[in-house]
């Protein structure tokens, strides 16, 4: 099998010859800055050395634009100091303050959107489905590579939740769910069938393995929406999505989304989602518990990233090791490709997330998965 039966099956639960090794997070020789100074080079070479299979995440993105496309106003700097620098980003009314160090560089300070005018105008100028800059001009090329992969190729949705939450910001949109209800279901509806409509033309030439969606839509203490809101605003909108993907044979719907997602993965799986990732620790997710209690989920992820962190390796490597045997019990679960729970931030070392790595895959190449249908 190669890595996309691998994971297809894996994801679906049917038999494979074992679980694919996927970086999960991070992008094509992605590194923590520092890494560098340990192992000069790495940020070249660090896939291969790792053996991670898939490229990017262990999926890969077509190059389509699938989102917000063309421009309403060029970025404008507004503020500067050595510390930050303040953004117009040409977004409606967003804001965008820019940090120039640390783990998390930039956060939005004021929202795209402060009004109806605001999405009129973005959901005018940024919302075509047709819009020239969408595909790429050797589109052409990208199919017939396709063609004969052996890595799962996703679309992708920017979230329902998530989509109106990078416009309206969380306690906008959370507000706007009560108090201008019209305005949050024509945004989360335009944008689902502008995708769906990119997507049709994307299905035409390509096969695609997965659909996934960006929502980032809990905290530590679970959803910021409750399940009345989910039901009316967001699971139709999953619904849809499940329609076209049932119409062009894409088996896997898998949801990007931080924070406790237990209470989420219900009702996430009853509107139509199939798989669910990084399953946080610290946000106090049990992976095993989800998979016990949803027998056709799918899970990425689930193994706490903060193991690999430390002062050396031998201050991380008994939690590194204990991560390996939570990795092995998962994986016999089945329905799961196990990785670490988010982005490795900067307390962690190259030699401990060498070692966290090349231990996890010495368990994924032996621990067989069990059918799960």
Not at 101 to 108: A, L, P, S
Not at 209 to 237: C, H, T, Y
Not at 338 to 345: K, R, T
């Amino acid at each position: 099998m190669n890595t996309r039966q691998r994971f297809n099956a894996v994801m679906t639960g049917r038999p494979a010859d074992r679980v694919p090794f996927m970086k999960v997070f991070g992008g094509g020789n992605a590194i923590v800055p520092h890494w560098e100074d340990d192992c000069p080079g790495i940020g070249e070479k660090i896939d291969e050395m790792l053996g991670f299979e898939g490229g990017y995440r262990g999926w890969q993105v077509a190059p389509v634009n699938q989102g917000l496309c063309g421009g309403c106003g060029k970025p404008q700097v507004i503020e500067e100091d050595p510390s930050r620098c303040l953004v117009r980003t040409g977004l409606g009314k967003e804001v965008v303050e820019q940090r120039k160090g640390g783990d998390y560089r930039h956060h939005r300070v004021a929202f795209a959107v402060q009004g109806r005018a605001d999405w009129e105008t973005i959901k005018a100028e940024r919302l075509a489905v047709d819009a020239p800059q969408r595909f790429p001009d050797d589109w052409p090329d990208h199919v017939a590579r396709y063609a004969d992969r052996d890595f799962p190729l996703q679309l992708t949705h920017g979230g329902v939740y998530g989509f109106a939450r990078n416009l309206l910001g969380d306690e906008g949109l959370c507000l706007a769910f009560y108090d201008d209800p019209d305005l949050v279901r024509d945004i989360l509806e335009t944008f689902t069938d502008t995708v769906i409509g990119i997507w049709e033309k994307m299905v035409a030439d390509v096969p695609f393995d997965l659909i996934e969606f960006w929502e980032d839509m809990a905290g530590k203490n679970g959803s910021v929406v409750g399940p009345g809101i989910f039901r009316e605003f967001i699971a139709p909108q999953y619904q849809k999505v499940r329609q076209f993907a049932d119409r062009h044979g894409i088996e896997i719907l898998l949801v990007d989304c931080d924070g406790s997602v237990e209470q989420l993965t219900g009702w996430m799986l009853a509107a139509g989602a199939t798989a669910l990732y990084p399953y946080e620790v610290q946000a106090g997710n049990d992976a095993a518990k989800m998979l016990d209690a949803y027998p056709a989920l799918g899970v990425i992820g689930g193994l706490n990233k903060e193991s690999m962190a430390g002062p050396d390796l031998a201050a991380a490597r008994s939690a590194i090791d204990r991560e390996m045997d939570r990795a092995a019990a998962l994986i016999s679960k089945g329905r799961l490709i196990p990785g670490p729970d988010h982005f490795v931030l900067s307390n962690v070392r190259w030699e401990s997330y060498r070692y966290f790595m090349e231990q996890l895959r010495q368990v994924v190449m032996t621990t067989p998965p069990p059918t799960r249908a």
